[in-house]
């Protein structure tokens, strides 16, 4: 494991991505950050917006071109969409690595990614270059990459639901279902009707019913586990809770005879952030509350080809900040858990 302290910067780091990144980060030993950056916010101190961090973090915000972001190690972008894509590439020409939080570089087909987020991609040469940052599946990649693309939350939690079962080829391919639910914390901290809390509480519905812009990015992936194109109907939904992913997921069995658990429990046998639960559990989003694991319980009614997956992560962990920070430690060959080896929030 290397000793060297790395020095971090973080683009965007208002939103509740970037502050969660700054929560786990001030904590993780091998990390000192650098530079901080924020347009709204310049020359605030850090702990004046987010009190919580007081003690903990002496910086003031600087603006998004700081030219102290070209002396760190490795520079994560926890901006909105269409943002990073024009100032990665000047850092990366200054030798500094890369983990973009966003879905910039997430999609390898420019005019798939132009379709989705309606602008044309300003680094398009980059797309192949980016790894995306699932370690479950990219580990390698990601420890030799200067860019790596952070997974998305729905994505994340969909993936490794159902890689398992796509790597073995033991499920039909065409008649996969996501139905996938979220806290408002998803939406982001800005200003916005449909996150107010008025509009959210006591209620529960689906959104981007006809199509949302992780679909692509969840096929993409099914695809590269699989071998070969998925089809896969995904439904989001929001509920009224701070934190969480909670994702149900079904699949039709090829032959009924096959141990479904022990080809999760194999799967995941090494993987220090997912869990795969005992047959007869069921996760919940409050067992991962600021955790960085992803839960998993599978369940096969008996001679039923019919098989229903349930995968839980925290969407500002597992499903952003803290799996940026698995792929830092991956690529600068630290101990993958550190800053993460953290026990969820309870109650």
């Known amino acids: 494991m290397s000793s060297k302290i790395l020095q971090v910067g973080i683009v965007g780091a208002t939103g509740y991505t970037g502050v969660e990144l700054l929560r786990l980060l001030v904590g993780h030993e091998q990390v000192a950050i650098h530079v901080v950056t924020s347009n709204s916010e310049k020359d605030e101190a850090v702990s004046d917006v987010f009190p919580s961090l007081s003690g903990y973090l002496h910086l003031k915000f600087s603006e998004h071109d700081s030219p102290a972001l070209t002396e760190c190690d490795v520079v994560f972008f926890a901006t909105p969409h ?55 599946i990219n580990r390698e990649q990601i420890s030799e990459a200067d ?72 096929c993409q992936t099914l695809s590269l586990c699989s071998g070969q194109a998925v089809d896969i109907t ?72 019919k098989l229903v997956i349930l995968s839980v992560i925290d969407n500002l962990v597992k499903g952003a900040a803290g799996q940026a920070i698995q792929n830092m430690n991956i690529m600068f060959g630290l101990d993958e858990v550190i800053g993460l080896n953290l026990p969820a929030i309870y109650p």
């Open 82 to 136: 269409a943002t990073s894509m024009y100032k990665i590439p000047e850092l990366l020409n200054a030798n500094v690595r890369i983990i973009d939080l966003s879905a910039d570089f997430r999609l390898q087909d420019a005019e798939q990614w132009q379709h989705w987020y309606g602008v044309e991609h300003a680094a398009p040469e980059l797309l192949k270059r980016a790894v995306y940052g699932l370690p479950e």
């Open 147 to 218: 860019l790596v693309a952070n997974p998305g939350c729905y994505p994340t939690a969909v993936s490794l639901g159902l890689l398992p079962l796509l790597e073995e080829g033991v499920v039909d391919l065409n008649s996969l279902i996501a139905d996938a639910k979220s806290g408002v914390s998803g939406a982001g901290r800005k200003a916005a009707m449909g996150s107010l809390f008025s509009e959210t509480s006591e209620t529960f519905k689906a959104y981007g019913v006809s199509g949302h812009r992780h679909l692509p990015e969840i």
């Open 234 to 305: 995904f439904v989001p939904h929001l509920v009224p809770m701070v934190r969480g992913i909670f994702a149900t997921l079904y699949a039709h069995l090829q032959q009924t005879d096959i141990d479904v658990i022990n080809i999760y429990t194999a799967r995941y046998s090494n993987e220090p952030f997912v869990e795969v639960l005992p047959k007869g559990s069921q996760p919940d989003t409050r067992a991962v509350r600021g955790t960085n694991m992803c839960r998993i319980a599978v369940s096969q009614s008996q001679d039923s080809e």
